[in-house]
């Protein structure tokens, strides 16, 4: 066995081919080994290092550090043998940059200096590039700011002869939180967008895909703001048709006869042009233009003509109108002058620490104008009056009357086809309940 063996090593030592990969191989090994412990020393930049920043004590004094941590790496030089060095043997990871805030006391930019050091024996770090950073500190704050649509091609369109009346933006406000020092200068929130010509001339509603600018701060200020949307920013350019309708007006406190019989009146003018979103053919389209409301308090017996001041606001008002003239026909119905009477005054609200006395002659309530017709008004005395006179304002005890308006119904079924005219207010002594 031992003789087989022996003979095995003596036919494998005198082999030429085996002798000759076995001394290229013991050739290599004895090269890595010298070349490893006797090996010059030689540099590495290592790039795209994250920096460690502590911001403990800023934090602990209310304020927080504003700076890109995507953005922040450290390129890092370091010497060392080759073998130690190397891709292979020193990773990125190995190394590690830190840099600290020290005490915060106001809202300032600081620069913070790296130190570096190699998590591995015989490498030395050679350069730090940057050697610092800036970094801005300032106490958090939120606020809540409202977002306005914006075309960045609009002036480009509006050449083209292109107009857009309405722009929705989607969201309409939006809540920011940042440093307090830049949350004050925000002056606007824009949602910008642009409109391609191909969705022109305009079919349907539209929807650009936006994002959002803040005026009065810049690149870097931004660059430090938080804020959340629900769904993508975008602004909705509603379908706009227009239509030709006739305008009409409400008329309110008018007596019952006139819920079923409105009383004849006309408008002038008497149509506008109304925009709406939708098409033509959709039954958003609206039939008439409501121009405001009149108080039947305000309409005697005769022909009245009131005035109403167009609504500039209103952005579905397309005719250029300033004021709306209405003339009401109420000459059928007559009139008459009754005399109130204390016997039918209550006032409101009432008072478990003061007693009222109102002083109608003082206050010219002995001339309430009645209006109806006239078979009606012959139905109609003081006693059908009810005066309920508002004392809310009067809280204080006083020698002197005190002036307080006064809301005059009248009692009776003659009333379904009469009303109070005017305003009327009455003179009212306040006086102490005795204990």
């Given at each position: ?193 642009n409109l391609s010509e191909k969705l ?207 809301n005059i119904t009248i009692q009776s ?23």
């Amino acid at each position: 066995m031992n003789k087989n063996h022996k003979s095995f090593f003596e036919r494998l030592f005198f082999n030429n081919k085996f002798l000759m990969v076995f001394s290229l191989l013991l050739a290599i090994v004895l090269w890595a080994i010298v070349k490893a412990n006797y090996s010059e020393t030689t540099t590495r930049v290592i790039t795209g290092v994250k920096p460690s920043i502590d911001i403990s004590l800023a934090e602990g004094s209310g304020y927080k550090a504003y700076y890109d941590k995507n953005a922040m790496t450290v390129d890092v030089t370091v010497s060392g043998r080759t073998y130690d060095i190397n891709a292979y043997s020193l990773k990125e990871s190995d190394i590690s940059v830190k840099a600290t805030s020290g005490y915060v006391n106001n809202a300032e930019t600081k620069t913070l200096k790296f130190s570096a050091e190699a998590d591995k024996a015989g490498v030395k770090i050679v350069k730090i590039s940057p050697k610092s950073a800036k970094i801005f500190f300032d106490r958090e704050q939120s606020a809540q700011f409202d977002v306005k649509p914006r075309l960045k091609n609009s002036d480009e369109l509006t050449q083209k002869g292109y107009q857009f009346e309405t722009l929705l933006p989607n969201p309409t406000t939006i809540s920011v939180t940042g440093p307090a020092t830049v949350i004050s200068k925000i002056e606007n929130v824009y949602l910008d967008a642009n409109l391609s010509e191909k969705l022109l001339p305009q079919k349907d509603v539209i929807e650009l895909q936006g994002s959002l600018s803040f005026e009065g701060l810049s690149e870097e200020e931004t660059g430090y703001l938080e804020y959340k949307t629900d769904n993508p920013p975008q602004i909705i350019i509603p379908y706009i048709s227009k239509a030709e309708v006739p305008t009409e007006v409400k008329f309110i406190n008018q007596p019952r006869f006139f819920d079923e019989h409105p009383p004849k009146y006309s408008i002038s003018p008497a149509n506008v042009t109304v925009s709406y979103s939708g098409s033509e053919e959709e039954s958003a389209a609206p039939t008439s233009y409501m121009i405001g409301t009149i108080d039947f308090s305000t309409l005697k017996n005769g022909v009245n003509t009131v005035k109403i001041d167009a609504d500039n606001q209103d952005a579905s008002l397309s005719s250029d109108v300033n004021q709306f003239k209405v003339t009401v026909d109420l000459s059928s119905f007559s009139s008459k002058t009754i005399d109130a009477t204390a016997s039918n005054v209550f006032f409101q609200p009432q008072s478990t620490e003061f007693e009222y006395e109102a002083l109608l002659q003082d206050a010219g309530l002995n001339k309430v104008k009645v209006i109806g017709s006239a078979q009606d008004l012959e139905n109609i005395s003081a006693e059908n009056l009810q005066l309920v006179i508002d004392v809310s304002d009067l809280s204080a005890a006083s020698d002197t009357a005190k002036s307080a308006n006064v809301n005059i119904t009248i009692q009776s079924e003659a009333s379904r086809n009469c009303w109070i005219y005017g305003n009327y207010k009455a003179n009212v002594l306040v006086k102490e309940k005795a204990n």
